[in-house]
């Protein structure tokens, strides 16, 4: 790790920090410290810090805004690759939207909007990049990221860029067939032009809608379980009388039973617990195994 982070250091356009925090990257304000934390600005960066880390043997992870990640309260012992300003940008065209991975999704949607274009009322109040919304296949119930993409290009270490047409990629619920060593710089969506009127009426519908019934400005990780089937993982665990469960500072939401929330200064030792509390709890009950919508890093640990 040592020579990984002297060959990098003063070598990048973007930044590079040992023992970054993680509690600073997840939207559960949640997570020890990244041994190693680079912010790539240009595929040279990005070239350079792979080929670095292979050569050093760290392992790495990329990370977008953290907000679908719980982080280990011992931290992360590899890097964390995260994009910077220079992924950060979208443009328009006719039918279709190209935006960089690291570009806030809440920000295209909006863009999308403003230049009247449909498809993406469905994404109003996700967090997060759009590179980890193509890696999740972020989306609702009915809709989701991966059917609008036309192409999705991915920056594999060793090979360099790799652009995929959106039909070649398996989208599957909250998961996806990207290459899981890649990084992903930038997508092309496909959209077309819509009613301003009807797509503002849609927007305004979503967001109502997680405004009644999520735990919104509390810290989470949005939902914490995939729904089972056609059952909805809140319904279950409302009904085996979790709603309010608490271990540490870590809270299952009285609004919705499918968000855990940190009301001030839970671990991941907190959240991990209740995971495994609300699992077995669940299974006692209705019989059904709940899967984790959520990502790890590092080794979270019970408390
Ligand atoms: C309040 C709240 C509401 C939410 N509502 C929804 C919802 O309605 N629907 C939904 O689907 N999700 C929802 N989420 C979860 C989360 O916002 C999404 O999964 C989001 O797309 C994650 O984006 P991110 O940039 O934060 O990714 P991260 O959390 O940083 O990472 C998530 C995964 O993507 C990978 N990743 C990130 N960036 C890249 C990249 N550039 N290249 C390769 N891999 C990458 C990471 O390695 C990780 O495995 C919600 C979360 C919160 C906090």
Redesign the pocket.
Known sequence: MEEAFRRLSGSLDGELRRDEPMARHT?WRIGGPAALFAVCDTLKDLGLVTRVLAEESVPF?????????LVADEGYAGAVVT?GRGFMRHSVGEGRLEAG??TA?AFVVQEAFREGLDGLAFAV?????V???L??N???KDE?IGELVESVTVFVPGEGLRRLRGSEVEWGY?TSS?PGE????ECVLSVCSGEPVRIRAEMDRNFRMRRNT?P?GKA????VFKNPGEDSAGRLIETAGLKGARLGDAVVSTVHANFIVNEGDATAADVLGLVRRIQMTVKEIHGVELRPEI?FLGTPKEA
Do not use: C, F
């Not at 890649?182 to 710089?185: C, D, E, Y």
């Not at 989470?220 to 939902?223: D, E, F, H, L, N």
């Open positions: 939207s992870t990329a990370v977008g805004k953290g907000s679908n990640l994009l991975a690291g999704l109040g996700i967090p997060g990049t590179g980890g919304a890696a999740m972020a989306g609702s989701w909250r990207l890649g990084i992903i710089v999520q919104v989470s990780a949005g939902s990502r």
